[in-house]
């Protein structure tokens, strides 16, 4: 049976414990948000011994259900002062679920000034002061927790960000071939180093495969599941071969691509930095253009890029980090983007919240428009150093707003805004204004209906419709985020009519139950109003609910789209 | 009229990323994926101007018309 793993920082004890009942039915997004609405004051600080980092694998993690890999990291959060669940791929959500953790509860914080790492095995959690990879980039302490204990060793780790508290500091997990996934938004990392926790290890010695109550209907579920990814052309064929960054192009031609720290949503050198001339780039280098991020992947939208001479930069390289330090920045290097994405995996910075902080940093004139060597420079030399400087980047694109006097400064509870314009693509701007989590395309992406003819066809230009689209979208989401699926499979689960019933039949197949479609959007809105509970207690209430006016008062091109819902309109997000 | 044909993704392939094309009045989109050797059911997103068009949609002078296959990201 599963079990609760707990850890307290304060007295350095641990415990096992029994499932709550309460908690029986929750997975991934779900549970960690129920463990922080629990167990954290809403209104303490998110870096103080009150806070309690959580980690879920989700209902599906570990079975053999295609892209069930992903893990859940819960905490309130540094950057938004919010609920934080960030979820990421790597190996440790299937070797935590094998093990029998249904999750891994840290609370409290040291008293003295010694750093830690847990060991995390079958028979529970050790804790183990850690002197020597103190100050050390994450794929040395991924390197080095290999040597002392073995390459089937699972990882979560942060880098000198964590350490040093940055709110924009992430958390990386190993993936299957020894590289980086990240929890990247929210300052997560920055709740572990509070914790004085420098990475865990997972030891997988004694795991079993997850129990599945009625095998056959899982099988035949399954199969059902994996033919519908594979069948939809996006998840099928469009992802695997160009990424998800494919996608700069056509923000390009829908004038939505955020550029020169938005201010215009067209940038000039948009080819150069393309999913098609990635693709070629990577095929021409002999990279990999497909890779999974863990076991189980069948989109396998990530990719290694190598450099001209065959040698590797980076993997896991995402459309909005090339966006960001690409259009939003004026970086048109895709070499040097690339190497900017290892630099932020290593030092264990979000790539999205640092990425639209350089556009902050260029606008303050702290670097050139399209400098992307003093970029490089300072990710090295000032953030990857703790310099003061380094601390004031390191806490994201407000933190720099803030420090120089900027007034264009793109956040929504503090938290960056990713790759698509809300102006030129209004629904969009209804999920960043409202998400529980600050700015954030993932929670309910309607890019799909917007702009790719997903899932129906809402014009992006208009109001109308925008604001049914975000929440019927965030409803799933959160029900989607709680299994430990790859959010990709909405696209075919919007498209497809026999996806998202043989998802169901998976849960129920997996724990013996009999769920239906509304159960699973009520548990979808069930996460989203206990979040936004939690939210309202912590002091984010519906102003805080709002784009920057910026994105009122100036016009973008190429359609001179502004932001033009009113408060009352936004605040309709939440009748449901 | 002149327009300026756009093509994205796989559409690329074996054939060019941006050309300029002479086409009489009248014409529409379709017409256009067609005498590229596309069929209709392999356009995702059409695009005309920056804003989402039809198959249907007639083309004006100096026209951009941008055409993907069905992708996406994230």
Redesign the interface.
Same mark, same amino acid.
């Given at each position: 049976m599963d079990k609760i793993f707990r850890v307290n920082m304060t007295d350095l004890t641990t415990k096992i414990e029994e499932v709550p009942a309460a908690w029986a039915g929750l997975g991934g997004r779900a549970l960690t948000s129920t463990i922080v609405a629990a167990e954290v004051p809403p209104t303490c600080h998110a870096l103080s011994a009150q806070n309690v980092l959580c980690f879920a694998p989700g209902l599906l993690t570990g079975t053999a259900a295609a892209n069930s890999g992903r893990l859940s990291a819960g905490a309130k959060s540094p950057l938004t002062g919010g609920i934080k669940e960030s979820n990421a791929g790597g190996t440790a959500a299937q070797m935590l679920a094998k093990l029998g953790i249904k999750a891994l509860i840290i609370e409290g914080a040291p008293k003295s000034g010694t750093w830690y790492n847990l060991s995390v095995g079958i028979n529970g959690v050790t804790i183990n002061e850690e002197k020597e990879l103190l100050g050390v980039g994450n794929f040395a302490v991924i390197d080095a927790v290999e040597q002392r204990l073995g390459k089937k060793t699972g990882v979560l780790t942060i880098g000198i960000a964590g350490e040093l508290k940055m709110t924009a500091a992430n958390i990386s997990v190993k993936d299957p071939d020894s590289k980086i996934r990240s929890h990247g938004r929210g300052g997560l990392g920055a709740v572990m180093g509070s914790k004085q926790i420098k990475f865990i290890s997972i030891d997988g010695e004694g795991s079993k495969p997850v129990t599945i109550a009625d095998p056959e209907k899982f099988k035949t579920a399954a199969r059902a599941f994996s033919k519908a990814l594979l069948d939809h052309p996006v998840s099928g064929e469009g992802l695997p071969t160009y990424g998800t960054n494919v996608l700069v192009n056509i923000l390009n031609e829908a004038g939505g691509l955020p550029t020169r720290n938005f201010t215009t949503g067209q940038f000039e050198g948009h080819d150069k930095i393309s999913g098609e001339t990635m693709h070629d780039t990577i095929a021409a280098r002999g990279g990999k253009v497909k890779h999974g991020c863990h076991a189980g992947c069948i989109i396998q939208c990530s990719q290694v890029y190598n450099d001209k001479d065959g040698k590797y930069v980076t993997s896991g390289f995402e459309y909005e980090t090339i966006w960001g330090l690409g259009a939003d920045c004026c970086i048109d290097n895709l070499d040097d983007i690339a190497r900017a994405d290892n630099l932020m995996d290593d030092i264990g910075i979000d790539s999205i919240e640092t990425a639209v902080m350089f556009g902050v940093a260029m606008e303050a004139g702290i670097l050139n428009w399209g400098d992307s060597k003093e970029m490089l420079r300072l990710l090295t030399e000032e953030i990857g150093k703790g310099t003061a400087l380094g601390r004031i980047l390191g806490g994201g694109a407000g933190s720099v707003g803030r420090t120089y006097g900027v007034t264009r400064v793109p956040v929504v509870k503090n938290q960056a805004i990713p790759a698509y314009d809300p102006r030129s693509v209004k629904g969009i701007g209804i999920t960043y204004a409202t998400s529980t989590m600050g700015a954030d395309h993932t929670s309910g992406y309607t890019i799909a209906t917007n702009i790719l003819n997903v899932g129906g066809y809402v014009d992006p230009l208009k109001k109308d419709g925008q604001v049914e689209l975000s929440r019927n979208l965030q409803i799933a989401t959160a029900a989607v985020d709680s299994t430990g699926m790859c959010i990709f499979v909405a696209f075919p689960a919007l498209d497809i009519p026999e996806c998202l019933p043989a998802l169901i039949d998976m849960i129920n197949a997996r724990f013996g139950i009999a769920l239906t479609g509304d159960d699973v959007t009520n548990l979808g809105k069930h996460v989203l109003k206990l979040e936004r509970k939690f939210n309202q207690e912590a002091g984010l209430t519906n102003v805080h609910d709002r784009l920057p006016d910026f994105f009122k008062n100036e016009p973008v091109a190429p359609h001179n789209a502004v932001w033009d819902f009113t408060d009352a309109e936004i605040d309709e997000f939440w009748n449901f | 009229m002149l327009i300026t044909l756009?093509l !994205?993704?796989?559409f690329?392939n074996g054939r060019f990323?941006v050309a300029e094309q002479e086409l009489p009045e009248g014409t529409d989109v379709r017409a256009v994926v067609l005498s590229l050797g596309l069929t209709e059911e392999e356009i995702?997103?059409v695009?005309l101007n920056?804003?989402?068009g039809e198959l249907d949609s007639k083309l004006s002078d100096h026209d951009t018309l941008?055409l !993907?296959?069905?992708?996406?990201?994230?």
């Open positions: - | 756009k !994205f993704a796989t690329r990323k995702g997103i695009m920056g804003r989402h941008s !993907f296959p069905l992708v996406g990201g994230g």
